[in-house]
C-alpha cells in the first residue's frame, strides 16, 4: 500500500512472508503452495510482494525452487515482485529467472 496524499510522507508496505516468513520453515513447502500465496497476497491489493531470494540452496534449502516459483508468477499483474540475493550468483540467477526487481542485502 502506498501512500501519496498531499502533504503525507510517502511509504509503501512490502510483504515479504513468501520469502522471510517461508525460508524459517523447518520443512520444504512446495513451489505451487508458494506460488498460490503470493498470487493470493497479490490479490488483495498489496502493491510489492517480496516472491523469494536467490540465495544458495545449501544454505537456504527452503528457497531452492526460486527460479520455479518467479516462473509461475504473472509479471505483468501490476504488483511489483523484487526478489533478494545475496551475491552475483544470485544475481545471475534471477536475471536467467526473469525477475524484474532485485532487493539487496550486504554485511
Do not use: H, Y
Amino acid at each position: 500500500m502506498t501512500n501519496q496524499g498531499a502533504g503525507a510522507e510517502r511509504f509503501t508496505v512490502v510483504e515479504v512472508s513468501p520469502r522471510d516468513g517461508l525460508q524459517n520453515e523447518p520443512s520444504v513447502v512446495t513451489a505451487a503452495v508458494k506460488i498460490e500465496l503470493i498470487k493470493r497476497l497479490a490479490s488483495c491489493g498489496l502493491p510489492v510482494v517480496e516472491a523469494t531470494s536467490f540465495v544458495s540452496p545449501r544454505w537456504v534449502p527452503q528457497l531452492a525452487d526460486a527460479a520455479e516459483v518467479m516462473a509461475g508468477l504473472d509479471l505483468q499483474s501490476g504488483t511489483r515482485f523484487p526478489v533478494l540475493v545475496p551475491n552475483l550468483q544470485g544475481l545471475d540467477r534471477a536475471r536467467q529467472a526473469g525477475a524484474r526487481e532485485i532487493a539487496v542485502f550486504a554485511a
